[in-house]
């Protein structure tokens, strides 16, 4: 950590923003180690280490969720796709945005009531556990890990560009650096370090976000219709910019592949490992609810202002600035209008804008890869070690030392894997971990809540099938093999030009993994003799909608 | 979770399954979320496909700048906080009373 801290320091001696920057980083990480330390002071128990003790409020785990949830792709990502491609940046916004609602509905309360640490718990609660937790563990594990490489590959590029270092080594210490914050959050601070490092987090995100928001809106007079004329005409793509269809209105495939990322969105939220684990920190089902009212507010309102974010880069940046956005992929369009609204480059405002808004979306990279690390330890010490290993014979204090071993291995294998996946084009992982979620984590969820019948065979191979059919069909998509872009002739995929193995029209899987996942899940269930799981199927429905005998 | 509950608590649950309070709870609860989810999902999807296949109509102007395309993603927004909020206020009045005094009832007889 000091030997990234002095090398971030070194790296921005040139220039005083990138002095400032450093600073404000170095005390994003004083702030959220100190909270780790005080929050390790209190992590005795099994409960406390998994689910932060079930003592949050339904305040402070909405912040929390939040927190998670809010990652540098939909802070700095979804404001550069709306500077960028317009309209079409914020077709995503609403598709995060509205997912909420089948967590709200459908998953957040019952789960609170039925589950313990994990989403294994839950689904394996009426069914033979082996199988299941199995199942629902290694499902849980992948999909952490995607969403995990895609934050760590992004963070380093990111931090390199926010602190204006541009040499390999720096990167790859960029990433170190992070993988070994996110593991001494976890290792040390548990649940309670992690959630109190995403409240930070979400408070510091909302508070950049309202005041560029502000300020962008003042240049216009608090007129919305001014700035998206202003945008639209910098832009130089006149009122298309203002209509979808610039991103992915381009062909038919184009547009199913949207449609087919769109339901992956509004369905994988509430299948999401991560996300599921924050409704375990509160301690009735009423706080369960109330952490989502909160977090649909905040999340909501964030990504309201994307939108101002975007369109306002979009109108007030120009220039040389503007050229950087779009070497950026969009990701600076954030950080650039701040210092853009400021007072521009080379102002005193300017340069303290753009610090700031650096140190906000480098907390954003730490709370939520933190949150990710943890959902995988935890999935990996108490279903695989404790329960299909060692079939439950081991004490809290035993689970959660392997948990913390676990922390430290993954954020090992995430530093060692993300360092060389720079090279590659890992933005796919995000839409990936969502299609996953919706297809493997969903539907064994959603029937084994609502369907008396459904069984082990049918969780297994729900999970399973939505599990491989997703990942499989990528593996066949444009994205690993066989795209060119019919201008310059440049291979788009992972795999070299000469390899293509693609047949899968489709980047985006969902369209059909879901439907499988679902019917794979009834399917098995149908075909299976198995009878427990109904008998046992009035505990987990009593228990689900009045919390009677929940985990406390 | 692991650990099997024991054949009275089992017996409670069941009593409780078959009382016509829960029935009245989980029926409060998908009278609910059942046409709800289908018509926030279709709000959704409609969304979406016009996106994709209706650029004529998204892109009419409105007022002054503002498009059909911005107007129909922001009342997404609105529907979203109202479902929520609605939710909210549902399960708090129809919910909420009788889950609690079910709750009652089960660790009375579990504790006893």
């Given amino acids: 950590m000091s030997a990234l801290t002095s090398g971030l320091v070194a790296a921005s001696e040139t220039n005083d923003h990138q002095a400032l920057t450093a600073t404000l980083f170095l005390l994003v990480v004083l702030l959220t180690v100190g909270i780790t330390?005080?929050?390790?002071?209190?992590?005795?128990?099994?409960?406390?280490?998994?689910?932060?003790?079930?003592?949050?409020?339904?305040?402070?785990?909405?912040?929390?969720?939040?927190?998670?949830?809010?990652?540098?792709?939909?802070?700095?990502?979804?404001?550069?796709?709306?500077?960028?491609?317009?309209?079409?940046?914020?077709?995503?916004?609403?598709?995060?945005?509205?997912?909420?609602?089948?967590?709200?509905?459908?998953?957040?309360?019952?789960?609170?009531?039925?589950?313990?640490?994990?989403?294994?718990?839950?689904?394996?609660?009426?069914?033979?556990?082996?199988?299941?937790?199995?199942?629902?563990?290694?499902?849980?594990?992948?999909?952490?890990?995607?969403?995990?490489?895609?934050?760590?590959?992004?963070?380093?590029?990111?931090?390199?560009?926010?602190?204006?270092?541009?040499?390999?080594?720096?990167?790859?210490?960029?990433?170190?650096?992070?993988?070994?914050?996110?593991?001494?959050?976890?290792?040390?601070?548990?649940?309670?370090?992690?959630?109190?490092?995403?409240?930070?987090?979400?408070?510091?995100?909302?508070?950049?976000?309202?005041?560029?928001?502000?300020?962008?809106?003042?240049?216009?007079?608090?007129?919305?219709?001014?700035?998206?004329?202003?945008?639209?005409?910098?832009?130089?793509?006149?009122?298309?910019?203002?209509?979808?269809?610039?991103?992915?209105?381009?062909?038919?495939?184009?547009?199913?592949?949207?449609?087919?990322?769109?339901?992956?969105?509004?369905?994988?939220?509430?299948?999401?490992?991560?996300?599921?684990?924050?409704?375990?920190?509160?301690?009735?089902?009423?706080q369960a609810r109330k952490s989502v009212l909160w977090a649909i507010g905040i999340i909501g309102s964030f990504y309201l202002l994307t939108l101002i974010l975007g369109f306002g880069a979009a109108a007030l940046v120009t220039g040389d600035a503007k050229d950087r956005i779009v070497e950026s992929g969009g990701n600076l369009a954030s950080p650039l209008l701040a210092e853009a609204v400021g007072g521009g480059a080379g102002t005193t405002g300017g340069a303290i804008l753009l610090a700031l808004i650096s140190a906000v979306a480098f907390a954003t990279i730490l709370a939520v890869v933190a949150g990710l690390t943890l959902t995988s330890a935890s999935s990996v010490a108490h279903d695989l070690y404790a329960s299909v290993w060692k079939k439950g014979q081991v004490t809290g204090k035993d689970e959660v030392r392997v948990a913390r071993i676990a922390a430290f291995v993954i954020g090992g294998v995430a530093i060692a894997l993300a360092i060389p996946g720079q090279s590659l084009n890992v933005a796919f992982l995000v839409a990936l971990a969502f299609a996953v979620a919706a297809s493997a984590n969903l539907p064994a969820l959603l029937y084994n809540l609502f369907w008396k019948r459904f069984n082990t065979r049918g969780a297994v191979w729900s999970i399973y099938g939505g599990l491989v059919s997703s990942v499989g069909l990528v593996i066949f998509s444009p994205i690993v093999s066989g795209k060119v872009d019919p201008k310059t002739g440049d291979n788009l995929s992972l795999l070299p030009a000469s390899v293509d193995i693609s047949w899968f029209p489709l980047e985006n899987p969902g369209l059909v993994s879901i439907p499988l996942g679902f019917l794979l899940g009834w399917l098995g269930t149908i075909t299976s003799k198995e009878r427990t799981s109904e008998e046992r199927y009035p505990e987990l429905d009593v228990r689900s909608l009045t919390g009677a005998g929940a985990e406390k | 979770m692991a650990e099997k509950v024991s054949p009275q608590v089992h017996a409670a649950y069941e009593r409780i399954h078959a009382s016509p309070e829960f029935a009245e709870l989980k029926g409060n609860y998908l009278r609910f979320v059942v046409p709800m989810t289908v018509g926030f999902m279709v709000w959704y999807l409609l969304y979406v496909v016009c996106s994709n296949w209706a650029p004529g109509l998204m892109g009419t102007k409105v007022l002054g700048n503002v498009n059909v395309a911005l107007l129909f993603g922001l009342l997404q927004f609105l529907t979203t906080f109202g479902i929520a909020f609605w939710y909210s206020r549902y399960s708090a009045r129809r919910m909420d009373p009788l889950a609690d005094a079910l709750r009652a009832d089960f660790e009375d007889e579990v504790e006893r």
């Fill in chain 1, 37 to 286: 330390f005080w929050a390790s002071r209190n992590t005795k128990t099994a409960a406390d280490y998994y689910a932060g003790g079930r003592s949050f409020s339904g305040v402070q785990n909405g912040f929390a969720i939040g927190g998670d949830y809010m990652s540098a792709a939909s802070f700095l990502g979804i404001s550069g796709a709306i500077a960028l491609s317009g309209y079409d940046g914020f077709l995503y916004s609403i598709g995060f945005l509205v997912a909420w609602l089948v967590a709200l509905l459908l998953v957040a309360e019952l789960l609170r009531n039925s589950g313990r640490f994990t989403m294994a718990d839950q689904l394996a609660y009426r069914m033979r556990q082996t199988p299941v937790r199995t199942a629902a563990a290694t499902s849980t594990i992948v999909v952490s890990i995607f969403y995990l490489l895609a934050q760590m590959v992004g963070a380093g590029a990111l931090v390199a560009l926010l602190l204006g270092v541009d040499s390999d080594a720096a990167k790859n210490l960029t990433i170190a650096g992070v993988g070994i914050l996110m593991i001494v959050y976890v290792v040390f601070g548990g649940m309670k370090g992690t959630t109190w490092v995403q409240i930070v987090k979400a408070v510091l995100l909302m508070f950049g976000t309202i005041l560029i928001s502000v300020l962008v809106l003042a240049k216009f007079g608090f007129n919305l219709s001014d700035l998206l004329g202003t945008a639209a005409d910098n832009s130089g793509q006149g009122s298309k910019f203002l209509e979808p269809g610039l991103k992915y209105g381009a062909t038919t495939t184009s547009k199913i592949d949207f449609l087919s990322l769109g339901i992956a969105l509004v369905l994988g939220t509430a299948g999401l490992p991560h996300i599921l684990v924050r409704f375990y920190t509160v301690p009735t089902a009423k």
